[in-house]
């Protein structure tokens, strides 16, 4: 899989355009444009204190020394490149794709809806058809979302790895900045998802032995699974001092349900497992379900500290993270970023 492959020109232009900054102080390896808790020599100045014989000279800062007739040592903070591990789910649930996903790649800007090409009156196309690859799944735009940040954090000259898992963690590719290394990174995305069951706080405990240390973890999932256990896991990454973000991506009908007779409905974490319901008997309940659910995770994100958006895939990808962006550099993301809200404006996360 090729950049080409999932954006049009314009689109990965506006992503090189874009800036994400880690929140807090991260550790990396190379200088750059993120706080390090490390003292070095930078422009911007952190802190004074005494000296101690050994240190530089050319650090002591001579104007304190003439109010206080005492050698104090000037101390700038030092700033280091980003290191990014980004988890991607690959269990089952992700495989759902409706008709209203927008589909990533070139020249397709319509939505899932007209997978098939859609005739006018006159029996003349409107619209060219998705590639045959296309299925509108939430793992294909969860994929998209990490390939975009991958080139994004590369460009800037930051490191970024890669972990997709399902009940455990599968594929892992290690933080590197190289450019060729976006290669590695999009091919492991391409690999055929494993599909079954997860429980996304004990895959984070498993992913945290392989997470650099100090950096930024971005998990992208639908979400689905157990919330407490979850939200022990984000408690765990913020006592590593991480800086996390949580993109959680929905289908737009498992948002609003908009099922209204019997169907087969098929489990997508178990082989073989179906069965025939009457959508407006369950459709109230489910709704119900449903905000509870997000509700508790948006509290446990609130309570850790963690940047948390939930994104339906009728959004377009390259709009919906300039958006993200914006909002993360005024402060805390907690919301939603529908199809909708961006044409209304209204749905803007505080």
Not at 34 to 43: I, L
Not at 49 to 62: M, Q, S, T
Not at 115 to 133: L, N, Q, V
Not at 280 to 308: G, P, Q, T
Request: hydrophobic share 35%; with cysteine.
């Amino acid at each position: 899989m090729r950049l080409a492959d999932l954006f049009r020109a314009r689109d990965v232009s506006r992503i090189e355009s874009l800036r994400l900054v880690a929140r807090g102080a991260v550790e990396g390896l190379a200088a750059g444009r993120h706080r390090s808790p490390n003292k070095g020599s930078s422009v911007e100045f952190k802190e004074h204190r005494p000296y101690v014989p050994g240190d530089e000279l050319r650090n002591i800062d001579w104007k304190a020394f003439g109010k206080s007739d005492r050698l104090y040592i000037r101390e700038f903070e030092e700033e280091t490149n980003l290191r990014c591990m980004l988890l991607v789910d690959q269990s089952g649930s992700m495989a759902y794709g409706g008709e209203r996903a927008v589909a990533l790649t070139p020249d397709t800007s319509h939505t899932g809806a007209s997978r098939k090409s859609s005739e006018s009156s006159s029996g003349a196309a409107t619209h060219e058809p998705p590639p045959s690859w296309w299925k509108g799944t939430k793992q294909e735009y969860a994929c998209g979302l990490a390939a975009a940040l991958s080139y994004l954090l590369l460009s800037n000259q930051d490191s970024v790895g890669l972990m997709t898992f399902d009940s455990r963690v599968r594929d892992y590719v290690p933080p590197r900045m190289l450019p060729s290394h976006l290669n590695l990174v999009l091919t492991t995305l391409a690999n055929k998802y494993r599909g079954g069951e997860t429980d996304l706080g004990t895959v984070l405990r498993q992913a945290t032995v392989k997470l650099p240390r100090r950096g930024l973890v971005v998990l992208i999932s639908d979400g689905f699974g157990d919330v407490e256990s979850l939200g022990r896991s984000l408690t765990l990454l913020r006592a590593e001092r991480q800086d996390v973000i949580f993109l959680q991506i929905l289908d737009p009908d498992e948002v609003d349900f908009p099922f209204h007779e019997r169907i087969e409905f098929r489990n997508l974490e178990a082989a073989n497992e179906t069965e025939i319901i009457d959508s407006r008997v369950v459709r109230d309940r489910y709704l119900e379900s449903l905000k509870r659910h997000n509700a508790m995770i948006a509290a446990a994100c609130r309570r850790n500290r963690v940047d948390h958006l939930m994104i339906t895939t009728d959004v377009p990808l390259v709009d919906c993270l300039a958006r993200f962006i914006a909002i993360r550099q005024a402060g805390p993301v907690s919301g939603a970023v529908s199809a909708e809200s961006l044409k209304s404006k209204q749905g803007t996360p505080q």
